[in-house]
């Protein structure tokens, strides 16, 4: 059987996936491969996750989340999904601080390449890590906690550690949160007052085909306090006059309640419901974070490439995040605005056209996530992590033979 990733545009080369039903069976199966990687939920866009012998998912571990609600955590199997774990949080009076646009990753495979939802207040989903447990190249079982010396190397680590068995994750008091979608923001607005636009709500993102004078939507997610009511304005926009979808034309019916509707927070934070399976097969994606201060000058930037951009582009999604201090992370050393396009599924000509968004991105020190298709094409990401070779000297103590070393490591990495 084949084996693709969610968007359909990688088939996995590896030529067995193993589903061990422990902890203990995951300890032995490591042990004996030359080289292993682990598998989550598959949404990753190019080779991170893959291997040509053995990848390893942990869909069949069954244990559930597990609450300290002393020390604020719970404790999650690696391959447990956002939406999953909500599921058990919110009936118990508990939340995590943000969600991706998506709540059907994996909490491991989020983590272990930053992935993020949007917020100036919020940093991405694996500043919320506590502690990992972690199956290293010997089968052997450890934990890393926050405070260790390898704990900021250790979170986003895209795999090279070894197969993250158990995420512990900070928990908060449960809360609601509204949306509001506003349209036909222009884009002197935007450029004039960016900051006071995504500062505006709890979650902001601003929705783009690089065309006209026009961002088309901007979506605000607002934490419900006492005296909440939907507001209107928005520097020129119009309030959209029902429930809309980030892509034009298509029906909304998946995504989660607008218009200012209060509800918890995991059915408001991602863009798209949980019981929705998203569609398969007609998108790819790319993502660059460029520091805050850069923002204006990355929209203006890409905004001049429009004419080659915006043919092969279903929609860019604008969101920011507040800083963190894990090494690989994209927001490592300050706040970000990242900068998502979702793509026509026609990857030779998307592939053509990244190496002139990253050069003219380079003056402005953008990251690509490590999820999503990019270029690096010459070679050049070490300048932008200060704790490159110190995550390279990590990965070097802790598995000195190599066996969660794959090709996209090589290439982009070690």
Known sequence: MTLTN??????????VVHHPASVEELQELVARSPRIRALGTRHCF?????????????DALGQGPEIDENARTVTVTGGTRYGTLAQHLHPAGWAVH??????????AGAVATATHGSGDRSANLASAVAALEIVGPDGDLRTVRRGDDDFAGSVVALGALGVVTRVTLDIEPT???AQEVHVD????EALAHLDEITSSAD???LFTDWTGDTIQQVWRKTRVTPGYALRTDLFGTTPADGPRHPLPGIDPVNCTAQLGEPGPWHDRLPHFRMDFTPSNGDELQTEYLVPRAHAVAALEAVRALSDVVSPLLQVTEVRTMAGDDLW???????PRVALHFTWLPRQPEVEAVLPTIEAALAPFDARPHWGKLFADEHRDLARLYPHWDDFRALVARTDPDGVFRNDFLDRHVL
């Open 98 to 107: 943000n969600l991706a646009s998506l709540p059907h990753i994996s909490v």
């Open 328 to 334: 690989l992370s994209g927001a490592q050393g300050g």
């Open 185 to 188: 923001l222009p884009w002197t």
């Open 46 to 58: 190019n080779d991170l996750a893959d291997d040509p012998v053995a990848l390893v998912a942990l």
């Open 175 to 177: 809360y609601d949160v």
């Open 6 to 15: 969610w968007a359909g545009n990688y088939v996995y080369r590896a030529e």
């Open 203 to 205: 979650s902001v993102s």
